[in-house]
T-cell receptor, first 113, second 114 residues
């Protein structure tokens, strides 16, 4: 069964707008939550990641918000640019499972100029 | 060393044929993972190696699939008697031991079974 649920499946945002992608998980043993960006014909590339002892992490225009009690986390892309158009995957993993990744189904983001 | 390299990038094969893919990880990375990604889905774990030892195989990996990593360097994934359901992107990733944040994915091998 899918251990990480991701929504929405796709979204369209205007240049300069904010993109928000949400993920939820059930396994409380997960201890590392990365987000990956994937362009067509390429493998996923690590974008930003967070551990559950932190509620927010920001790197440039990308921010992860983490709610441990609700078992939810989200990615915010601020000031979205056409180059951000890609598929984004949330994932979860745990040290005790040798960091095998459980991915969400992905969100295709389209930024309109 | 420019990253994880996978070969071939694309493979079209007839149902029933055998195919083999190769992955060259980042040289200092001792962990190597194989994932499968179907259209519109996130990657799913198949198997992984620490050095030359295969530590786990997913139940997704039927008996027709076999993976090796001789000498702990490159890895091969072989699919025997391919079926149309095997059509997917096969992704390889490597990392340094238990650094979960150190995953680097290759660009994948796109398999189409006709």
């Amino acid at each position: 069964q899918q251990q990480v649920k991701q929504s929405p499946q796709s979204l369209i945002v205007q240049k300069g707008g904010i993109s928000i992608i949400n993920c939820a998980y059930e396994n409380t043993a997960f201890d590392y939550f990365p987000w990956y960006q994937q362009f067509p014909g390429k493998g996923p590339a690590l974008l930003i990641a967070i551990r559950p002892d932190v509620s927010e992490k920001k790197e440039g225009r990308f921010t992860i918000s983490f709610n441990k009690s609700a078992k939810q986390f989200s990615l915010h892309i601020m000031d979205s640019q056409p180059g951000d158009s890609a598929t984004y995957f949330c994932a979860a993993t745990q040290r005790s499972n040798d960091y095998k990744l459980s991915f969400g189904a992905g969100t295709t983001v389209t930024v309109r100029a | 060393d420019t990253g994880v390299s996978q070969d071939p990038r694309h493979k079209i094969t007839k149902r029933g044929q055998n195919v083999t893919f190769r992955c060259d990880p980042i040289s200092e990375h001792n962990r190597l993972y194989w994932y499968r990604q179907t259209l519109g889905q996130g990657p799913e774990f198949l198997t992984y190696f620490q050095n030359e030892a295969q530590l786990e195989k997913s139940r997704l990996l039927s008996d027709r699939f076999s993976a090796e990593r001789p000498k702990g360097s490159f890895s091969t994934l072989e699919i025997q008697r391919t079926e149309q359901g095997d059509s997917a992107m096969y992704l390889c990733a490597s990392s340094l031991d238990r650094q979960g944040q150190g995953y680097t994915f290759g660009s994948g091998t796109r398999l189409t079974v006709v």
